[in-house]
């Protein structure tokens, strides 16, 4: 999901030899555009159709690491909304990872009862939310504490998205609860 207004997303992809790429961005809440990153950061196509109708990228890669961008337009954004980002390549490795330069731990997972997060370097309060896998914010805290500690005991099992914003960065993690 794209939280707060300004929220960038990055998904990374390996392709291991040339082939086409087919990025669709769908469900969306608002206004979201898409942009298709080669390894140096440089754009090398972009589909930023109206409103919410969904965004679509098809193009010639040549082997290599690339990342597609995901971000609202003109400030749009939901907390409650998540859109649903699909990356076809015909020849490439499996997955897409969430990219960030903050080093955050979230253990133990799967998790019970309680989860720790674990900052490094936080400078200043941490936002931590909890979603569940339909986009439902379930919990919300602020922290100036490097490792905080979130009760799930009374949530249902199941998967779950914690989204740390700290130090001007934003991280995204999957949880699962037992």
Do not use: H
Request: charged content about 15%; hydrophobic content about 35%; overall charge neutral.
């Amino acid at each position: 999901m794209i939280s707060p207004s300004g929220d960038i997303d990055n998904y990374k992809f390996v392709i291991t030899t040339g082939g086409t790429i087919t990025i669709t961005l769908t469900t969306l809440p608002f206004d979201y555009d898409i942009k298709l990153l080669n390894s140096a950061g440089t754009q090398v196509a972009i589909s930023q159709a109206g409103g919410t109708t969904s965004e679509t990228i098809n193009y010639t890669a040549a082997a290599g690491t690339y990342y597609a961008q995901v971000y609202g337009y003109n400030g749009a954004n939901s907390s409650t909304n998540c859109y649903t980002l699909k990356v076809q390549l015909g020849t490439a490795t499996r997955g897409t990872e969430m990219v960030s330069t903050q080093k955050v731990k979230v253990f133990p997972n799967p998790v019970s009862d309680k989860v720790n997060i674990w900052i490094e370097q936080l400078n200043a309060t941490a936002e931590v939310k909890l979603f569940d896998i339909y986009g439902k914010l379930v919990m919300q805290k602020q922290t100036a504490q490097a490792n905080t500690q979130l009760n799930m005991s009374s949530l249902p099992a199941g998967i779950y998205l914690v989204k740390i914003l700290s130090n001007g960065t934003e991280t995204v993690m999957k949880i699962v609860k037992e």
